[in-house]
């Protein structure tokens, strides 16, 4: 049932210009800058060669992208999820959210799946623009298969985080607002916080940066289930909580 | 007969502020049960429960003999709610938006298909069912609320002012929808309007301060309005 919900979700952020502008960002915004780099290891290529350094375009072209990549998931996931609980409350359409038959669980699964399904076009082709250059460059098929991984697990991390926090908020600029907040401190908790600090586990990009690179750990496997899982459960509890099922 | 909806010493809301105090009421299949009052008497909240989005504070919600807000109970399939403001996306076309409501429903697709083909006709909306909703007017919005609340053949049909922002012809058409439900269709409807009472329910009460008052029967021997005022007057 929360497949089914997840589908109603994605017909709905198809129907809204949001999402095409996202979309159309997101390509044109990967193409510039991979065609920026590509330029960029073209020019210092013969010198690479000459020198003899391990780094290919693979480091110099496809890494970097995907990190822009990351940024823009990180911006265009609040935008999407405007229309998660925070926007039925808005709309007036809770009512028939909180009445469903259908337990908050599958409301909520639902939602998330919704939104990552929204997120998907916008990682996919992204991917497939650098996939093709692989016409020009040569690419390590295995690592970008790893890190599209990793960024397919960000996508979901994401979509939980704000499905949880769009349940905060009864207005969707309030939770567009804190979930900008939320994210910027996942993404810099990195640099202000040493390494031994025990909130140091919950900064976002060491858990990123290693996977675009072509290591796959399992802390970081364990960290986007963890906090995916728990995003969810927070948001169920508090939807049930909302209907008196607590 | 055992009614179909009972609610026992319901209380809603904290001690210091309750919203609604010691409700009881009962509704038998078939039967059309009104509920009248000012804004803020409690019938919204009543409704709420009814329609399970709340859960009481004290006492119990029956729906045919098993409890509404029991973990797991399917009760909630077999009740429609239209609520004041009718919940839809008007990005998205009038059968999609009752698509979302069946999904919200739990049925499956086919169900769906059949249930969206069935309900459009009999609330005479086939000329727009493809139209988005955001083109559609007060009138046919209302519709479409009706229509999803319809969706699954509900036995319990809970109404949330359905008449409230209509013009004379609007309201008069969803009336006219009401009045050719199934006989076997019970209804508990929220108002302001007396002649919503007249035309659509046999029975009403009024509701006053989180309280239920005594129920009557409608028809043409009582005065609406002085019951009504009567009601406001009694002492809390």
């Known amino acids: 049932m929360s497949w089914s919900i997840a589908l109603h979700e994605w017909r709905r952020l198809r129907a809204g210009l949001m999402f095409w502008l996202l979309l159309a960002f997101a390509q044109l915004t990967i193409a510039w800058l991979a065609f920026a780099q590509l330029e960029a290891f073209a020019r210092i290529a013969p010198q690479l060669k000459s020198g003899g350094t391990a780094l290919d375009a693979m480091d110099l072209v496809i890494t970097p992208t995907l990190s822009s990549l990351t940024l823009m998931l990180l911006l265009a ?49 992204a991917l497939l623009t650098l996939a093709l250059l692989g016409l020009a460059i040569e690419i390590d098929w295995p690592r970008f298969a790893l890190a599209a991984a990793t960024l397919t697990l960000l996508s979901l991390w994401l979509a939980a985080v704000v499905v949880l926090l769009s349940c ?8 567009l607002a804190t979930s900008y907040g939320v994210l910027l401190f996942a993404w810099l908790l990195d640099s202000v916080t040493p390494p031994t600090a025990p909130w140091h586990w919950l900064a976002l990009l060491p858990h990123v940066q290693p996977g675009l690179q072509g290591l796959w ?30 | ?34 509920l009248l009052g000012v804004n803020g008497a409690g019938k919204t909240t009543l ?42 996306y008007p990005e998205l076309s009038l059968q999609e938006n009752l698509d979302w409501a069946a999904r919200l429903r739990g049925l499956s697709p086919r169900a769906r298909r059949a249930a969206i083909d069935e309900i459009i006709p009999k609330v005479g909306l086939e000329a727009v069912a493809t139209r988005l909703a955001g083109r559609l007017s007060a009138g046919m919005l209302q519709r479409l609320g009706l229509a999803q609340a319809l969706l699954g053949g509900p036995e319990l049909l809970v109404l949330d002012e359905p008449t409230a922002s209509l013009d004379p012809l609007q309201t008069e058409q ?52 002085t019951h009504y005022q009567d009601a406001q007057e009694a002492p809390a």
């Open chain 1, 77 to 125: 996931a609040p935008l999407l999820a405007m229309g998660g609980f925070a926007g039925e409350a808005r709309s007036g359409r809770l009512a028939l959210w909180l009445s469903a038959p259908l337990a908050s669980r599958q409301l909520v699964i639902g939602k998330v799946l919704g939104l990552w399904l929204g997120l998907a076009p916008l990682l996919a082709s």
């Open chain 1, 168 to 175: 905060l908020f009864e207005h969707p600029a309030a939770m």
């Open chain 1, 217 to 246: 750990r399992s802390q970081d496997l364990v960290f986007f289930l963890v906090t995916t899982i728990a995003a969810i459960l927070l948001a169920v509890s508090w939807l049930a909580q909302r209907r008196g099922e607590l």
């Open chain 2, 1 to 34: 007969m055992e009614p179909l909806l009972l609610i026992r010493d319901l209380s809603h809301g904290s001690t210091r502020q309750p919203r609604l105090r010691e409700i009881n009421l009962s509704i038998r299949r078939g039967e059309r049960l009104a």
């Open chain 2, 47 to 88: 409704l709420q429960i009814v329609a399970g989005m709340l859960r009481p504070t004290r006492g119990e919600v029956l729906f045919d003999g098993a409890s509404l807000h029991a973990p797991g109970s399917t009760a909630r399939r077999r009740i429609g709610f239209l609520p004041q403001q009718v919940a839809c």
């Open chain 2, 174 to 225: 969803i009336r006219d929808l009401l009045d050719a439900l199934s006989a076997d269709t019970s209804i508990l409807l929220a108002t302001h309007l007396l002649d919503d009472v007249r035309r659509l329910c046999g029975r009403v009460a009024v509701m006053r301060q989180g309280r239920l008052g005594a129920e009557h029967a409608v028809n043409d021997d009582i005065d609406l309005l």
